[in-house]
Nanobody
Framework: VQLQASGGGLVQAGGSLRLSCLASGTFFSGITMRWYRQAPGKQRELVALITSGGNTIYDDSVKGRFTISRDNAKKTMYLQMNSLKVEDTAVYYC??????????????WGQGTQVTVSS
């Protein structure tokens, strides 16, 4: 399983970015896809997830600003980030988790893409 995240960059506060995560070497159905982020000196945190059925969950800090989506035909997940804030600065990681996996399994990880929001 390989996950390739892209779309990060430098943007001013209030701007937008769209992250993509391409999955290869795996099927895409029955997989919950997740975006995490890790800011310097902080723990990795869940930003949003989307199940194989299209249900979504967002962290409170991004609700109303970020939108997670997926294109199953392209095996790609997206994160549209609007109204970006300086505190959104972090490395963003995509993660795939088979929905039948045991609770002890944390899923597969991509390499991360840097998002930097300037004031």
């Amino acid at each position: 399983v390989q996950l390739q995240a892209s779309g990060g960059g430098l943007v001013q506060a209030g701007g937008s970015l769209r992250l993509s995560c391409l999955a290869s070497g795996t099927f895409f159905s029955g997989i919950t896809m997740r975006w995490y982020r890790q800011a310097p000196g902080k723990q990795r945190e869940l930003v949003a997830l989307i199940t194989s059925g299209g249900n979504t969950i967002y962290d409170d800090s991004v609700k109303g600003r970020f939108t997670i989506s997926r294109d199953n035909a392209k095996k790609t997940m997206y994160l549209q980030m609007n109204s970006l804030k300086v505190e959104d600065t972090a490395v963003y990681y995509c993660n795939s988790l088979p929905e039948w996996a045991p609770a002890s399994f944390s899923g597969y990880w991509g390499q991360g893409t840097q998002v930097t929001v300037s004031s």
